[in-house]
């Protein structure tokens, strides 16, 4: 049988007139494996049976990612220890936009007047980052905030209400006709920011989605769910990782050459695999 791409949305096959080569997975390198993993979008906790029988082409790394050759040299390219595929891009970055808030009266805001209404929304100023501090807040303690207009008291008569994984967002209008947009947090290249953050400290941690998902779903909690939090995880979350994988590496092996350089040797040990 054929051995196919096992990189998402490929179709290069393991034939002789393949001008690609087609890679193993690391099985032996638990972290470097999970990296390969989540970069191909996959489960992390994949059985390793299944894992031992996935391939990825050579299309799906760059030319930095292979052992450089001196001139002359005509071997087949090897890997280095370290590469990763190239993440999927899984989410479009779009371009940034300006936040909306609404803003009580005690905040200096501004109005925009047309011929059917009093516009109160300003750009929402950034608060912090992301270590600023975040509540849980049950959903008729926040609504209670949207019963009554902001700009001139009376009843708010119609509410809009979308959410994005942990991003809550409220449009109004009451009777008056003024309206307002509130939301949670802010959008980061149109992606709401505590679905990022959320998100990196799954990864950062070291637990999985599951078991966050399974806590987050005893307390109704919303939070992004799992295709999103992969596909943040491989086009944002990954790059990361790998990059202070490599800078880590790559230190250590300049501190390895510069003891060889005094005189002193270095031990190395191995699992045979």
Excluded at 24 to 48: C, E, M, Y
Excluded at 139 to 152: P, R, V
Aim: with cysteine; proline share 4%.
């Amino acid at each position: 049988m054929v051995q196919t791409c096992d990189y998402p949305g490929c179709t290069n096959k393991n034939v002789a007139a393949s001008p690609h080569t087609f890679k193993r997975f690391p099985v032996s390198d638990v972290a470097l494996r999970q990296l390969w993993l989540i970069a191909l979008g996959f489960n992390v906790n994949t059985k390793l049976a299944k894992v031992k029988k996935l391939r990825v082409c050579s299309a799906h790394f760059s030319n930095d990612d292979y052992v450089s050759l001196s001139p002359g040299q005509r071997k087949k390219r090897v890997l280095k220890s370290a590469a990763v595929p190239a993440p999927m891009n899984s989410i479009e970055a779009p371009c940034e936009r300006e936040d909306s808030t609404f803003i009580p009266l005690s905040s200096e805001c501004t109005s925009t007047r047309s011929s059917s209404s009093d516009v109160s929304i300003v750009g929402a100023e950034r608060r912090g980052d992301w270590s600023e501090r975040k509540w849980i807040v049950n959903e008729l303690a926040l609504m209670e905030l949207f019963a009554t207009c902001y700009t001139c008291g009376v009843s708010i008569t119609d509410k809009k209400i979308t959410s994005s994984g942990s991003k809550i967002k409220i449009e109004w209008t009451c009777l008056n006709h003024h309206t307002g947009v509130w939301q949670s947090c802010p959008d980061v290249r149109g992606i709401p920011e505590n679905n990022l953050v959320s998100s990196a400290a799954i990864l950062f941690t070291g637990t999985t989605q599951n078991e966050i998902a399974e806590w987050a779903d005893l307390l109704n909690l919303q939070l992004p769910k799992k295709t999103a939090y992969y596909s943040l995880q491989s086009t944002y979350m990954i790059p990361v990782v790998h990059k202070a994988y490599t800078d880590m590496q790559e230190k250590k092996l300049s501190e390895l050459k510069e003891k060889a350089s005094y005189g002193g040797h270095t031990d190395i040990g191995g699992d045979a695999k």
